[in-house]
């Protein structure tokens, strides 16, 4: 089979990686990719939202299945534009991608199919917004209801910062109309959770827990980022509860979208938070997760290109999946700034050393590679270090001993990566 990947960061390189395995692969493309993907396959510089690029280049050569990674391509319908070409491609269609495209449409689908979240009110006018600020306790969640590229979430400490975020998305309109229309919603406190699943609109097969890590710095402080690692399988849910969450969460929302007339054909991203009255729906992402996505396909054993082109088709016939029991862990390099602004260009060094380690993998997020060879950042993340082990310490340990052999200027990551499952005395037998 001939594969083009869309997509340039850690979970393209993860996904490349673990397609690459697949017997049925004959040649792997991947659109724009990075310098540790161009070891995989070819890279085609086609940027992720050309979808006429993408379209010509998958129609004139052959492709036989099309895998998005981000979700800005699929909400600007990628796939409908392939379909339409008789193009197989793996993702969810214009309609399906609103889950992500829109807050609203994911909320006000939430309350149809009463699946638990955070209640919530949707404003469109900025002084009934500030009004209803003013009335809350917080901290408050803010929410542009379109893509805003990860910024487009406000968990503000005082009324004042929830003033200042209605201000910048309504009034100034900071991220054009994906923030003309808002969600406020309570804050929820808990442990997140997520959890991704397979889906032809019809049948799931739930891929193995993960916990991503989303603030910048150790103990959960400072800014909100992409992800700064990850960790799988999270002992804070059992086998049993997680059939629950994948029941009330997942197939009961792909049950409503398909009596809408809307078949959810992809993965279905659930972010989760465990409260203390029962898991609550923070958000549904269209795509993989990134980093998650890094954590949990090391552990896959099952062959994920054959069922990636199964949904595709329209039919997942797969009907479960194989893990290595070893937990997986991912931690994130950044580069210094990052999530605000950071400089590009600086070499990175220590890759292969970091590489040698049986059971490590050193993914590519944000590399480019210069023409002498050397491997440059170029991006927020730069790698995605993830390292499977006997426990979920041994795991830890051999991912940070493999991100000590890499360095690069201003690099940072985090050092607790896992610490919520280590410091808890839940079993990982149990999960
Ligand atoms: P979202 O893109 O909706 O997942 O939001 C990004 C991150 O903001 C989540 O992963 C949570 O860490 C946090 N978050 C979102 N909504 C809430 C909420 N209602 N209560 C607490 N934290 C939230
Ligand atoms: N790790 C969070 C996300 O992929 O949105």
Redesign the pocket.
Known sequence: MKVLIVGSGGREHALAWKIAQSPQLTKLFVAPGNAGIAKLGECVNIKADDISGLLAFAKENEIDLTIVGPEAPLVAGIVDQFEAAGLAIFGPNQKAAQMEGS?IFAKELMAEAKVPT?GFKIFTDVNEAKTYIIEQEP?I?I?ADGLAA?K??V?AASVEEGIQAVNQMISEQAFGEAGRRVVI?????GS?LSVLILTDGESVLPLASSQ?H?RANDNDRGP?TGGMGAYSPCPLVNDQNLEEIVKSTGESIIKKLAEKGIVYRGILYV?L?LTDKGP?V??YNVRFGDPETQAVLPRLKTDLLDILHQIAKGKLTTQSLEWDERPCVTVVMASGGYPGSYQKGFPVNGLEEAAQASDVVVFHAGTASLENGQIVTSGGRVLAVSALGETLKAARDAAYQAVQKISFKGAFYRGDIAHRALQSDVSMKNS
């Open positions: 807050k955070a901290p969640v929410k990860g487009g979430v968990l919603e309570k804050h929820l406190e997140e991503d989303k909100n972010g938070m609550h923070l958000e």
